[in-house]
């Protein structure tokens, strides 16, 4: 069975046949669309590695249908930079070592963005935490990451902007 959908990929429309039903967002991402940016690493929602914005909000992409998404807004990170201009976010995590060996962070700096669009992010550093709890780091750079929500959070306010000015 073949299913045809249509999604908004980092600003870029992409109409797309699903040969599978049960294709994830996170796999039709990484090897239908060649966006290796997002991770996998549980695969089953306990990790964090995929998260992605759909809408506007943060959302495990490895626990989404693709087909359930039909028509949706997709940010991934490849998609927040402006150009030669990090995301704010993605400039806070380089100044304040916000990751090791990186794996997680693509998920980090997604969900960091979506927390902060929430305008939930505040500048307390434990709500930052709680927030972001569902991003998890094996090398436990987590005092590096709170800093930088905090800061880009200084610098974006409570503003919606996802994508770099
Ligand atoms: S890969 Fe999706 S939450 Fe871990
Ligand atoms: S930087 Fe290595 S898992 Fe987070």
Request: proline share 2%; hydrophobic share 40%.
């Amino acid at each position: 069975m073949n299913l045809s959908i249509g999604l908004t990929v980092n600003g870029e429309r992409r109409d797309i046949v699903l040969d599978d039903p049960r294709v994830t967002l996170l796999d039709l991402l990484r090897e239908r669309l060649e966006l290796t940016g997002t991770k996998k690493g549980c695969d089953r929602g306990q990790c964090g590695a995929c998260t992605i914005l759909v809408d506007g909000k943060r959302i495990n992409a490895c626990l989404a249908l693709a087909v359930s998404h039909d028509g949706a807004d997709i940010l991934t990170i490849e998609g927040v930079a402006n150009g030669e201009h990090l995301h704010p976010v993605q400039a806070a995590f380089i100044a304040h070592d916000g990751f090791q060996c990186g794996f997680c962070t693509p998920g980090q700096i997604m969900s960091a963005i979506g927390l902060i669009a929430e305008g939930h992010a505040g500048d307390d550093s434990e709500r930052i935490r709680e927030g972001m709890s569902g991003n998890l780091c094996r090398c436990g750079a987590y005092a590096g990451i709170t800093e930088a929500v905090q800061e880009a959070q200084k610098i974006l306010g409570n503003t919606r902007t996802e994508r770099a000015a």
